[in-house]
T-cell receptor, first 113, second 114 residues
């Protein structure tokens, strides 16, 4: 158990809908990262927050957004969902930002029908 | 060209074999190099973390970084069926937008046969 929690574990929804994925980092970690993993794309970095502020952006679509709250938990919002958004979404956390070890949560499996 | 290249395998070896997993990269700014293990689409877990060139050993695992060749390796000695998993290399370095970015390889699927 990495200490990073993600909810829900599974999510099934329809195209065009909006969903919110939630992540709680390890106690003491200030940085949160979001990744998407699909079968044909591997692990893709989406976005990183550090102590409430956006720190780095990867291949995140404009339909996706995220935020980190004062209690350091983070939410990833996915809107206007498409079939191709079906994937595992992982959250990771680290103490500071970028150069230190990232600990991954168990992931949320999103299925868009 | 991808920033990080990793052969997806699968790689199948008999129990007890020495396994060699490799990644190449193109961005010379990468400074931190990691290997993660991922079981059955669960969250990746960190195996090895190294800074700059050199070797690092932890039990049956040895990580090597050759920055001059932009090549990193993970060796697993006395491989066990429980080592069967996907192994992802990852690298961190400065991003164009400030801060640091981490890029993951595609992962190599390893099967260790009993």
């Amino acid at each position: 158990d990495s200490g990073v929690t993600q909810t829900p574990k599974h999510l099934i929804t329809a195209t065009g809908q909006r969903v919110t994925l939630r992540c709680s980092p390890r106690s003491g970690d200030l940085s949160v990262y979001w990744y998407q993993q699909s079968l044909d794309q591997g692990l893709q970095f989406l976005i990183q927050y550090y102590n409430g502020e956006e720190r780095a952006k990867g291949n995140i679509l404009e339909r996706f957004s995220a935020q980190q709250f004062p209690d350091l938990h983070s939410e990833l919002n996915l809107s206007s969902l498409e079939l191709g958004d079906s994937a595992l979404y992982f959250c990771a956390s680290s103490v500071v930002a970028g150069t230190d070890t990232q600990y991954f949560g168990p992931g949320t499996r999103l299925t868009v029908l | 060209q991808k920033e990080v290249e990793q052969d997806p395998g699968p790689l199948s070896v008999p129990e007890g074999a020495i396994v060699s997993l490799n990644c190449t990269y193109s961005n010379s700014a990468f400074q931190y190099f990691m290997w993660y293990r991922q079981y059955s689409r669960k969250g990746p877990e960190l195996l090895m973390y190294t800074y700059s060139s050199g070797n690092k050993e932890d039990g049956r695992f040895t990580a090597q970084v050759d920055k001059s060749s932009k090549y990193i390796s993970l060796f697993i000695r006395d491989s066990q069926p429980s080592d069967s998993a996907t192994y992802l290399c990852a690298m961190s370095g400065p991003s164009n937008t400030g801060g640091f970015k981490t890029i993951f390889g595609a992962g190599t699927r390893l099967f260790v046969k009993a």
